[in-house]
């Protein structure tokens, strides 16, 4: 079913696509999010959370280090990145991550910044995928249609 | 040369009074103490100097030439023949840029970021101010200075991929590999995930293909090509 807004959006040229999302993430039903689905170098199909709030995407670790994803480039800060109040070790990748226009229009593929936190040995990551600021959505065109669960998105 | 010790806040720095170059004899205590009274034991303090010539209160964004601003190491170690003192002096704003990121004071240290001649400068100060304008969140700026240095030190291999990783988003339209069953599996999801706390769950078309406590197990399940991107994968938090 075409999204409410598609043709004006979309033929307005303010966005290329429109896929749906979910305004909840699983077991955290009384936090209203917005998930997206979204491929990770055109391999991977997982969800993330938009978080206006984090400058970059985050991933799982265990995404990139046990499916042997690789990124395009690779750099270790010296310094830890906090992220909610706890200071992670990591590095930062570049990844491919694409929006999929599901209901309408074009897909959008961005060449993204992307954290990957280090854990211990044992620790699994907490927290759900997220998709950044910085990194990904100040280098692109969106909007909301909460009614509809729409999310349009293009290339500015 | 006058001396003024660095203080927890850029105003106190400012407006501190210049002290003469005086080793201390006698301790009194750690922390925001100035340079004469450095408490013995003491591992290290920064010391900002500035030339004699300079007068009267000034601000770093007001410092047209921040080599001038030099930073002094000392180290003072209680031993058993008394005090000894180490001092390096060396002429790295760097560390003036590492002391106001401990104080988290963003706009300070975003002023000498971006004030620096970086062209002067060696490229790990460089990626050393970078890496603290990460664990400041200051992407933007972690951005522009890895761009900066891209083009400044090509031959210096992590710059270069500081600039490779930190720089602006590319955004193509595209057409990415055809998903299936993406709805369906988002529906299983809101349905039974909770069924499946703390483990990560691979759900292709509205049907569950495994779940396991570690994503390595469910890497054969998933596939390649348009069955992996087909195929959700999530870790139920």
Redesign the interface.
């Known amino acids: 079913m075409m999204a409410r807004f598609a043709q004006l959006l979309i033929s307005g040229h303010f966005a290329s696509g429109v896929t749906r999302y979910e305004d909840h993430y699983s077991r955290q039903e009384q936090f209203a999010r917005i998930v997206l689905t979204v491929t990770v170098e055109r391999y991977l199909t997982v969800r993330a959370v938009v978080d206006t709030g984090a400058p970059w995407c985050i991933l799982a670790p265990e995404t990139v280090e046990q499916l042997g994803i690789m990124p395009r480039a690779t750099y270790a800060p010296d310094e830890r990145l906090t992220i909610r109040g706890i200071s992670y070790g990591g590095r930062l990748l570049r990844m491919k991550i694409g929006l999929r226009a599901e209901q309408e229009g074009e897909d959008c593929e961005i060449e993204a910044t992307v954290f990957v936190p280090a854990l211990p040995p044992g620790d699994t990551w907490p927290h759900p995928n997220f998709i950044g600021l910085d990194g990904f959505l100040n280098r692109i065109r969106f909007a909301v249609d909460p009614r509809e669960n729409a999310f349009y998105f293009g290339p500015i | 040369m006058n001396t003024v010790p660095t203080a927890d806040t850029i105003t106190q720095l400012l407006g501190a009074e210049m002290r003469p170059d005086v080793v201390p004899e006698d301790s009194t205590g750690r922390g925001r103490t100035l340079l004469p009274d450095v408490w013995p034991g003491t591992s290290s303090r920064v010391v900002v100097v500035w030339p004699r010539s300079a007068e009267g209160p000034r601000t770093f964004t007001e410092v047209g030439d921040l080599s001038a601003a030099t930073s002094t190491w000392w180290n003072h170690t209680l031993t058993e023949d008394g005090h000894q003192t180490n001092i390096a002096a060396t002429n790295t704003p760097v560390m003036v840029l590492e002391e106001s990121a401990r104080m988290g004071d963003r706009r300070t240290f975003a002023a000498l970021a971006r004030a620096i001649d970086w062209s002067t400068r060696r490229p790990d100060e460089l990626?050393?101010t970078?890496?603290?304008a990460?664990?400041l969140?200051m992407?933007?700026l972690a951005?522009d200075l890895a761009q900066l240095g891209g083009r400044l030190f090509p031959d210096h291999e992590?710059v270069q991929?500081?600039a490779?990783?930190?720089?602006?988003?590319?955004?193509?339209?595209?057409?990415?590999?055809r998903?299936r069953g993406?709805?369906a599996s988002?529906k299983w999801?809101?349905e039974h995930?909770?069924q499946y706390?703390?483990q990560?769950v691979a759900v292709r078309e509205g049907q569950l293909l495994g779940a396991a406590e570690?994503?390595?197990e469910l890497?054969a399940v998933?596939g390649?090509g348009e069955d992996?991107?087909?195929?959700?994968?999530?870790?139920?938090?």
């Open positions: 990626t050393a970078i890496d603290l990460l664990s969140e992407a933007t951005i992590r991929r500081a490779q990783v930190l720089a602006p988003p590319v955004v193509r339209v595209v057409r990415l590999p998903a993406l709805d988002r999801l809101r995930a909770s706390r703390g990560w570690s994503l390595g890497k998933i390649e992996a991107v087909s195929t959700i994968v999530t870790r139920v938090l």
